[in-house]
């Protein structure tokens, strides 16, 4: 795919930026400060997790969004258990050996979603290394389960790389998903350090793979800024992406889950993701959700609809308009 050249080499940074002198601690700025989550529809889907014994990467991955989202009653599920096989430097999700595949979870996913009257549902899962398709049945079902209950629902999977396995990520993609999300995360030259287990060019061939497969759906990525890239190298994810013909974009800022947990290098300011948005939006993604608290999953009912202008035909607008929010209030 032909991408447009950006300049690669940028003016000085604006003003605000907060950087890292070395071996000195990064202070959060102010505008990554989050009201602590609480009110009736927060305390309803967490109650409705726990009954249903299920998971969400807002609560395993420290969301700052998970206040926000819950009140608008969307949520990320997290299937698969909540125990990762990798260990990602930056990842707050448990790593270890998890435990065994449940079958029956795409069943009680699907319920919450009737119960919850979602138009508009994520599914991600940890890395599941020790099952043969990595999980790829799971999301599958879990497809077809909300599909059976809920036929006017919009079903995005972020998925592992499953190691690169073609036949794994088919068993998804023949399940037809709206959106087959994959994140990028960091710069190539950071991947040794922030995630070890991952290869650059195997998330950049599962996401063509899987425009490839579904031509007619829609594909998202991520990148995840303040790990320790320069600017240019964020550009080149872009790019990279883009040759993937990736249709939608995020970009958010690292926190440090915890003291283990790989540092912050520094602090990119909104007019900076602003200007990252711009740059995206010229190299031709349909949607770019640029900001310090995007995360991958924060209003994605928003990005289906403004995305879905090119290559989604099965769906129409207004199904997609009042995502999450309810049917009919």
């Given at each position: 795919?032909?991408?447009?050249?950006?300049?690669?080499?940028?003016?000085?940074?604006?003003?605000?930026?907060?950087?890292?002198?070395?071996?000195?601690p990064?202070?959060?700025?102010?505008?990554?400060?989050?009201?602590?989550?609480?009110?009736?529809?927060?305390?309803?889907?967490?109650?409705?997790?726990?009954?249903?014994?299920?998971?969400?990467?807002?609560?395993?991955?420290r969301?700052?969004?998970?206040?926000?989202?819950?009140?608008?009653?969307?949520?990320?599920?997290?299937?698969?258990?909540?125990?990762?096989?990798?260990?990602c430097?930056?990842?707050?999700?448990?790593?270890?050996?998890?435990?065994?595949?449940?079958?029956?979870?795409?069943?009680?996913?699907?319920?919450?979603?009737?119960?919850?009257?979602?138009?508009?549902?994520?599914?991600?899962?940890?890395?599941?290394?020790d099952?043969?398709?990595?999980?790829?049945?799971?999301?599958?079902?879990?497809?077809?389960?909300?599909?059976r209950?809920?036929?006017?629902?919009?079903?995005?999977?972020?998925?592992?790389?499953?190691?690169?396995?073609?036949?794994?990520?088919?068993?998804?993609?023949?399940?037809?998903?709206d959106?087959?999300?994959?994140?990028?995360?960091?710069?190539e030259?950071?991947?040794?350090?922030?995630?070890?287990?991952?290869?650059y060019a195997?998330?950049?061939?599962?996401l063509a793979?899987?425009?490839?497969?579904?031509?007619?759906?829609?594909?998202?990525?991520?990148?995840?800024?303040?790990?320790?890239?320069?600017?240019?190298?964020?550009?080149?994810?872009?790019?990279?992406?883009?040759?993937?013909?990736?249709?939608?974009?995020?970009?958010?800022?690292?926190?440090?889950?915890?003291?283990?947990?790989?540092?912050?290098?520094r602090?990119?300011?909104?007019?900076?993701f602003?200007?990252?948005?711009?740059?995206?939006?010229?190299?031709?993604f349909?949607?770019?959700?640029?900001?310090?608290?995007?995360?991958?999953?924060?209003?994605a009912?928003?990005?289906?609809?403004?995305?879905?202008?090119?290559?989604?035909?099965?769906?129409?607008?207004?199904?997609?308009?009042?995502?999450?929010?309810?049917?009919?209030?």
């Amino acid at each position: 795919m032909a991408v447009p050249l950006v300049q690669l080499t940028r003016s000085p940074s604006p003003s605000g930026t907060v950087g890292a002198a070395p071996g000195n601690p990064v202070r959060k700025p102010s505008w990554l400060k989050v009201r602590a989550p609480g009110g009736p529809n927060y305390a309803q889907i967490k109650g409705l997790m726990r009954e249903l014994e299920l998971h969400t990467v807002c609560e395993e991955a420290r969301c700052p969004n998970v206040g926000d989202c819950w009140e608008h009653k969307a949520a990320t599920f997290m299937i698969l258990g909540d125990v990762c096989t990798r260990n990602c430097t930056y990842c707050a999700v448990s790593h270890g050996t998890p435990k065994a595949f449940d079958p029956l979870e795409p069943v009680r996913l699907a319920e919450a979603v009737a119960r919850m009257e979602l138009q508009h549902v994520v599914i991600t899962s940890v890395d599941r290394d020790d099952l043969p398709n990595g999980g790829a049945e799971a999301f599958a079902g879990c497809i077809l389960e909300i599909r059976r209950r809920m036929p006017d629902t919009t079903v995005e999977v972020l998925i592992p790389d499953f190691k690169g396995s073609e036949h794994a990520l088919a068993i998804v993609m023949e399940a037809r998903p709206d959106i087959l999300n994959h994140n990028l995360e960091t710069a190539e030259r950071l991947y040794r350090l922030a995630r070890p287990g991952g290869r650059y060019a195997r998330a950049l061939e599962l996401l063509a793979r899987a425009r490839q497969m579904r031509p007619d759906g829609l594909t998202k990525s991520g990148v995840i800024l303040g790990m320790g890239e320069e600017w240019d190298e964020v550009v080149v994810c872009m790019r990279d992406l883009r040759r993937s013909d990736v249709n939608i974009l995020t970009l958010g800022q690292y926190l440090r889950p915890s003291g283990s947990h790989l540092p912050v290098a520094r602090y990119y300011t909104p007019a900076e993701f602003d200007e990252l948005r711009d740059i995206g939006l010229g190299l031709g993604f349909t949607h770019v959700q640029s900001s310090p608290l995007t995360r991958s999953s924060y209003h994605a009912w928003e990005q289906v609809t403004a995305a879905q202008g090119r290559g989604h035909s099965e769906r129409s607008e207004g199904s997609l308009v009042q995502a999450i929010e309810g049917r009919s209030g």
